[in-house]
């Protein structure tokens, strides 16, 4: 294959995850780029990197004409389009089609007959796919549909047929709300996919998602890779996804695989796809829909089976047929996947963006892959997804795979930019995940217990002073005892103050023990009646934490501190990322607390609630900011008087920049 060229039609991980495999199929490969990304990974890692315009996808990664030219350009024989932009776009195989150019995936007609979801259903009907009791008919009129409401019956869930991701969705529960839920549907559909055709569906009360992979060549031979449980989702959006699914029966994962298997022979599939189904309590399947392209799950599939579905997507398109019986295929283990998102899980899911000023990913783990798009120093964007990677841990069984995704996910450290990586964590350690009680309302269900960190406040503040201190001493034993902030001195206790800020800004004291064997000790008061002793051992930014409380549990911990200038010292423990600051009257006070208000993300200035030299309530909101079509208030820390703006009402700011200078009242000696 040395004389083919591959171009991927995308970015971020998926670019760079089918990099490899075309370099190890030998492969010459194109990466395409927006403005944006032009100093991402997977550019580097093409053979060749072609720009194709600025950083909003619209023009740049879904305009098919700038996809069509790179290709021309550089004589590619072949086309990728990972998942997500062009990935189902019709128009693009048409066009691959015309100039010669084989498109890694499936033709048009498939692709057309599962992109409108009325249609699929009939489809699948006529195929004897089981499908959810419902209506998918032409007849729009709010009154027909209402009528076929009541036929099949509440809850019923309304539908946009050309929806996808969650939007154009409701579920009603009362008769007197569908009218209304109807009208808002429609005008969603219609404002987001330009029809507002919906279809209705009997809802499916705590069902989970199971999807069946399957592939198809082009002679007639087509395959099921058994099935994945994507229930964990958030928003309608995948989270966690595992497989094989846990707790099926034979005979319901037997049954599920062959519907998947009709499913795609009613439509003629080429390629690899995804036939994905409503799980009920009772046991019985539904058809939900076929993502007609490469899943960002693929991966789990990839470990219980040993193939790589990127690889047999190629050789499908090249002609290659499948060469494996459906019983020489088997499940060995169990696998799962975490997808690393830049948001805020403790600001309501906030999106977060960019500079990444410290990354250490956990890669060279047994039974631990990393599918990253992102590395040290690269300024992530507000203009795309924001899954930065996924992390795919592979088991003899799921216990074993979820002890190593959770020791994956603790291991991974990503600085500059809150992440969702401690809520990761807390659903894995989660009993009823543990335990397989698993459905799509899962963090909805637990939500009062998911939204609670591993380290809390008081923990983080006492770490966070630790972190510090540690950042000061020198690694290797000094017989000069002004070498170290210990506070030494002939007689007392050597306690000193120092004032940590994380939200607010706490006084602390501590008194830091000289120095035993590999072990440092120190004392914290100041956060509550029973001031804790820790004590830790480090190697460079990494160190074991002993933390004793009096008539309060020993508890052991791994921690990592690193330096962050100017924000101070970032650490990571249990999954958590945060972020403190300490005035230390023996440093230098440039990181004392200026009174700034600086931008939680990359974004831009939408409103502005204040002027200067305006006093202000505590939690009076003073400046809005938006990214990702989402809009975030900051408001007063205290009352108090905004001194300076440094914004105006549609500037666009880098995460940290500074907003407004506020004084506190009290502040002013």
Not at 70 to 85: K, M, Q, S, V, W
Not at 122 to 146: T, W
Not at 200 to 227: A, I, K, S, T, W
């Given at each position: 294959m040395n004389d083919l060229t591959l171009l991927i039609a995308n970015r971020g991980e998926i670019a760079a995850r089918i990099i490899r495999t075309a370099r190890r199929m030998g492969l010459r490969t194109v990466a395409v780029y927006s403005q944006a990304d032009r100093d991402a990974p997977f550019v580097a890692a093409a053979d060749q990197a072609v720009a194709i315009g600025p950083a909003p996808a619209r023009e740049s990664y879904l305009d098919p004409e700038r996809i069509l030219r790179a290709a021309r350009e550089t004589g590619a024989d072949l086309i990728h389009p990972g998942y997500g932009f062009l990935s189902e776009s019709t128009e693009l195989v048409r066009r691959c089609e015309d100039a010669g150019i084989r498109f890694?995936?499936?033709?048009?007609?498939?692709?057309?007959?599962?992109?409108?979801?009325?249609?699929?259903?009939?489809?699948?009907?006529?195929?004897?796919?089981?499908?959810?009791?419902?209506?998918?008919?032409?007849?729009?009129?709010?009154?027909?549909?209402?009528?076929?409401?009541?036929?099949?019956?509440?809850?019923?869930?309304?539908?946009?047929?050309?929806?996808?991701?969650?939007?154009?969705?409701?579920?009603?529960?009362?008769?007197?709300?569908?009218?209304?839920?109807?009208?808002?549907?429609?005008?969603?559909?219609?404002?987001?996919?330009?029809?507002?055709?919906?279809?209705?569906?009997?809802?499916?009360?705590?069902?989970?998602?199971?999807?069946?992979?399957?592939?198809?060549?082009?002679?007639?031979?087509?395959?099921?890779?058994?099935?994945?449980?994507?229930?964990?989702q958030r928003r309608h959006q995948k989270i966690l996804e595992e497989a094989p699914a846990p707790g099926l029966t034979q005979a319901t994962r037997d049954a599920m695989a062959d519907a998947a298997l009709r499913c795609a022979h009613a439509i003629g599939y080429r390629n690899a796809g995804t036939v994905e189904f409503l799980l009920g309590p009772d046991g019985r399947f539904y058809f939900m829909e076929m993502n007609t392209r490469l899943q960002v799950e693929h991966p789990v599939t990839e470990a219980i089976t040993g193939l790589d579905l990127v690889e047999w997507q190629i050789r499908i398109a090249l002609g290659d047929p499948l060469p494996w019986p459906q019983e020489a295929l088997a499940i060995n283990g169990h696998a799962m996947e975490a997808r690393v998102y830049a948001e805020d899980p403790d600001q309501g899911f906030l999106p977060t963006s960019g500079r990444i000023q410290y990354l250490d990913e956990p890669e060279n783990m047994a039974g631990i892959r990393i599918d990253s798009g992102i590395a040290q120093e690269l300024t992530?964007?507000?203009?795309?997804?924001?899954?930065?990677?996924?992390?795919?841990?592979?088991?003899?069984?799921?216990?074993?795979?979820?002890?190593?995704?959770?020791?994956?996910?603790?291991?991974?450290?990503?600085g500059g930019f809150p992440t969702n990586i401690g809520y990761l964590c807390r659903i894995l350690d989660h009993d009823s995940f543990i335990n397989s009680d698993l459905q799509t309302h899962f963090v909805e269900q637990h939500e009062a217990d998911l939204v609670k960190p591993a380290i809390t406040g008081e923990i983080a503040l006492a770490l966070g002073l630790l972190g510090w201190l540690w950042l000061q001493q020198p690694e290797t034993a000094s017989a000069d005892p002004w070498d170290a902030l210990t506070g030494w001195r002939l007689v007392g206790e050597p306690w000193q103050r120092a004032e940590v800020h994380h939200g607010e800004r706490h006084t602390l004291e501590y008194a830091l023990q000289l120095r035993t064997?590999?072990?440092?000790?120190?004392?914290?008061?100041?956060?509550?009646?029973?001031?804790?002793?820790?004590?830790?051992?480090?190697?460079?930014?990494?160190?074991?934490?002993?933390?004793?409380?009096?008539?309060?549990?020993?508890?052991?911990?791994?921690?990592?501190?690193?330096?962050?200038?100017?924000?101070?010292?970032?650490?990571?423990?249990?999954?958590?990322?945060?972020?403190?600051?300490?005035?230390?009257?023996?440093?230098?006070?440039?990181?004392?607390?200026?009174?700034?208000?600086?931008?939680?993300?990359?974004?831009?200035?939408?409103?502005?609630?204040?002027?200067?030299?305006?006093?202000?309530?505590?939690?009076?909101?003073?400046?809005?900011?938006?990214?990702?079509?989402?809009?975030?208030?900051?408001?007063?820390?205290?009352?108090?008087?905004?001194?300076?703006?440094?914004?105006?009402?549609?500037?666009?700011?880098?995460?940290?920049q500074t907003l407004l200078a506020f004084e506190p009242d009290g502040d002013t000696p």
């Amino acid at each position: 294959m040395n004389d083919l060229t591959l171009l991927i039609a995308n970015r971020g991980e998926i670019a760079a995850r089918i990099i490899r495999t075309a370099r190890r199929m030998g492969l010459r490969t194109v990466a395409v780029y927006s403005q944006a990304d032009r100093d991402a990974p997977f550019v580097a890692a093409a053979d060749q990197a072609v720009a194709i315009g600025p950083a909003p996808a619209r023009e740049s990664y879904l305009d098919p004409e700038r996809i069509l030219r790179a290709a021309r350009e550089t004589g590619a024989d072949l086309i990728h389009p990972g998942y997500g932009f062009l990935s189902e776009s019709t128009e693009l195989v048409r066009r691959c089609e015309d100039a010669g150019i084989r498109f890694v995936g499936p033709g048009t007609d498939a692709i057309a007959a599962m992109g409108d979801k009325t249609a699929a259903k009939r489809l699948m009907e006529d195929a004897g796919v089981p499908l959810v009791p419902g209506y998918h008919g032409d007849d729009q009129s709010l009154d027909h549909l209402e009528s076929e409401a009541r036929r099949i019956g509440l809850p019923v869930l309304i539908k946009a047929s050309a929806g996808g991701g969650g939007k154009g969705m409701r579920v009603v529960r009362e008769f007197s709300e569908l009218r209304n839920a109807l009208d808002g549907v429609k005008r969603e559909a219609s404002a987001a996919f330009g029809n507002d055709q919906v279809l209705l569906e009997r809802f499916v009360d705590q069902p989970r998602h199971v999807e069946v992979q399957v592939l198809f060549d082009h002679h007639g031979n087509g395959r099921h890779l058994f099935d994945r449980d994507c229930s964990i989702q958030r928003r309608h959006q995948k989270i966690l996804e595992e497989a094989p699914a846990p707790g099926l029966t034979q005979a319901t994962r037997d049954a599920m695989a062959d519907a998947a298997l009709r499913c795609a022979h009613a439509i003629g599939y080429r390629n690899a796809g995804t036939v994905e189904f409503l799980l009920g309590p009772d046991g019985r399947f539904y058809f939900m829909e076929m993502n007609t392209r490469l899943q960002v799950e693929h991966p789990v599939t990839e470990a219980i089976t040993g193939l790589d579905l990127v690889e047999w997507q190629i050789r499908i398109a090249l002609g290659d047929p499948l060469p494996w019986p459906q019983e020489a295929l088997a499940i060995n283990g169990h696998a799962m996947e975490a997808r690393v998102y830049a948001e805020d899980p403790d600001q309501g899911f906030l999106p977060t963006s960019g500079r990444i000023q410290y990354l250490d990913e956990p890669e060279n783990m047994a039974g631990i892959r990393i599918d990253s798009g992102i590395a040290q120093e690269l300024t992530v964007s507000n203009h795309y997804d924001p899954m930065l990677a996924k992390v795919i841990t592979h088991g003899t069984d799921r216990h074993a795979a979820i002890s190593r995704l959770r020791g994956a996910l603790m291991r991974y450290h990503l600085g500059g930019f809150p992440t969702n990586i401690g809520y990761l964590c807390r659903i894995l350690d989660h009993d009823s995940f543990i335990n397989s009680d698993l459905q799509t309302h899962f963090v909805e269900q637990h939500e009062a217990d998911l939204v609670k960190p591993a380290i809390t406040g008081e923990i983080a503040l006492a770490l966070g002073l630790l972190g510090w201190l540690w950042l000061q001493q020198p690694e290797t034993a000094s017989a000069d005892p002004w070498d170290a902030l210990t506070g030494w001195r002939l007689v007392g206790e050597p306690w000193q103050r120092a004032e940590v800020h994380h939200g607010e800004r706490h006084t602390l004291e501590y008194a830091l023990q000289l120095r035993t064997g590999d072990w440092h000790q120190v004392r914290v008061r100041g956060l509550s009646d029973h001031p804790p002793t820790l004590r830790w051992h480090r190697r460079g930014h990494q160190g074991t934490v002993l933390m004793e409380s009096p008539g309060r549990c020993r508890r052991e911990l791994s921690l990592t501190a690193i330096s962050r200038p100017p924000a101070g010292v970032t650490l990571f423990a249990e999954g958590e990322a945060w972020t403190v600051r300490v005035n230390h009257p023996e440093m230098d006070l440039a990181e004392a607390d200026t009174g700034n208000l600086t931008a939680p993300m990359h974004g831009r200035v939408v409103a502005l609630h204040c002027a200067a030299g305006e006093r202000a309530n505590k939690g009076q909101p003073l400046v809005v900011m938006e990214a990702m079509k989402m809009e975030h208030t900051i408001t007063a820390p205290a009352d108090g008087t905004v001194t300076e703006l440094y914004c105006s009402e549609g500037d666009s700011l880098s995460s940290g920049q500074t907003l407004l200078a506020f004084e506190p009242d009290g502040d002013t000696p």
